[in-house]
């Protein structure tokens, strides 16, 4: 074959989503991809059927009456929002503005694979730095900088270990970067923490030239399938990310249902609401079984399995898969005796926990 493949592509290990479906009858526990438990707001549902009969029309390729909700809903500047087919889409859209061949991108140990398969796909170079109890080491990040080094990832919280980096730990890491490395905070969970020194990044952006925060409306909005995200940056960081974007980067439909999505106060302190009490719930009976669930500040929880074949993660995983429920693998991670558990609706909770507590039973009496 004469077609040549730009260097370093076929080195990129491409991402494996979660699974949803098992072979077989009978309904899925999806846990696997920290969805919402409770799904999108109906409203949104309304917004979006609404523009069944416009898809011969382009979107507003602008995104302003979504990026008016944002500005409103979070006390920031439209003009500094960009939108994109998810936050995925805009974390490539860094990688790809402010890094290249002989560049490198800083990432945590375990933290999101896109961050290096980013890197990869521009021809830089991705340098994960070590964590400590699956935490981010803002020492070990600060240590790994190099003159090469052009973008630095955080998870704010962070996926697949549920940690968080305080406020303080995060300001500390912004003022020991060089002022040409960009740091980026990627939220996706923000709203699920109300803890009092966290930082989402919001107001490191106000007040910084290198920081960009991230987020999503794929998880405690419910719209995953709509793929929509959105960055909120400096000034300039939004001049340049809006001259490589696509002109039409995100659906109408998705921009309305998004809108509208912002506007339902009530529907997302109902989805704050569940995951508050079925997060400490599912956890609790993780630790009665001996068990070890991570703490988490997000929508699931990351179990340690013990090394007994017996009981490990790939075991479990089996046997959880065999009564229709669907958790995480995390091998790909770094992480091969850990499983992650969306906390989903109330039933796949309790199936999910009660079908681990036969399992830890059941190995106990072979």
Same mark, same amino acid.
């Given at each position: ?103 490198? &991108? =800083?990432?945590?140990?375990? +933290?999101?694979?896109?961050? $290096?398969?980013? /890197?990869? *796909?521009? !021809?830089? %170079?991705?340098? @994960? ?110 001049? &340049? =990310?809006?001259?490589?974007? +696509?002109?039409?980067?995100? $659906?109408?439909? /998705?921009? *309305?249902? !998004?809108? %509208?999505?912002? @506007? ?103």
């Amino acid at each position: 074959m004469s077609l040549k493949v730009r260097p370093g592509i076929l080195d990129i290990a491409a991402y494996v989503p979660g699974d949803h479906s098992l072979p077989g009858e009978g309904p899925v526990y999806r846990m696997a991809s920290n969805e919402s438990a409770l799904g999108p707001s109906p409203k949104a549902i309304e917004a979006y059927r609404a523009l069944s009969a416009e898809l011969h029309r382009y979107p507003d390729g602008a995104s302003k009456s979504l990026r008016a909700g944002l500005g409103r809903t979070y006390g920031i500047e439209p003009d500094q929002i960009v939108c994109g087919a998810g936050s995925d889409d805009v974390l490539q859209l860094l990688v790809r503005a402010y890094a290249g061949p002989g560049d490198e &991108v =800083l990432y945590t140990q375990h +933290g999101f694979l896109v961050y $290096p398969i980013a /890197a990869k *796909a521009v !021809g830089a %170079t991705p340098v @994960a730095a070590p964590e400590t109890d699956l935490r981010t080491d803002v020492d070990a990040l600060l240590k790994a900088v190099t003159p090469r080094t052009r973008i630095c990832f955080v998870a704010n919280p962070n996926n697949p270990t549920g940690s968080y980096v305080s406020s303080a730990e995060l300001k500390r890491l912004r003022a020991g970067l060089p002022s040409n490395v960009l740091l980026v905070v990627d939220a996706a969970y923000a709203e699920y923490v109300d803890l009092p020194d966290y930082e989402s990044g919001l107001d490191m952006v106000k007040a910084h030239d290198n920081v960009v925060m991230t987020r999503t409306f794929s998880k405690i909005f419910g719209l995953a399938a709509l793929r929509l995200g959105w960055a909120y940056c400096p000034p300039a960081v939004a001049d &340049v =990310l809006n001259r490589i974007r +696509g002109p039409f980067n995100v $659906p109408a439909p /998705a921009q *309305a249902a !998004g809108v %509208t999505a912002l @506007a339902d106060r009530e529907h997302l302190g109902k989805a704050k609401a569940h995951n508050d009490r079925w997060l400490p719930w599912f956890a609790q009976r993780m630790r009665a079984l001996g068990l070890h669930p991570y703490p988490s500040v997000a929508n699931f929880v990351l179990v340690k399995f013990p090394s007994d074949p017996k009981l490990n993660a790939e075991t479990a995983l089996k046997f959880l898969n065999d009564r229709r429920i669907l958790p995480r693998r995390v091998a790909a991670y770094g992480l091969p005796d850990c499983l992650r558990v969306t906390i989903a609706d109330e039933a796949a909770v309790k199936a999910c926990a009660d079908a681990l507590d036969a399992f830890v039973k059941g190995a106990a009496t072979q």
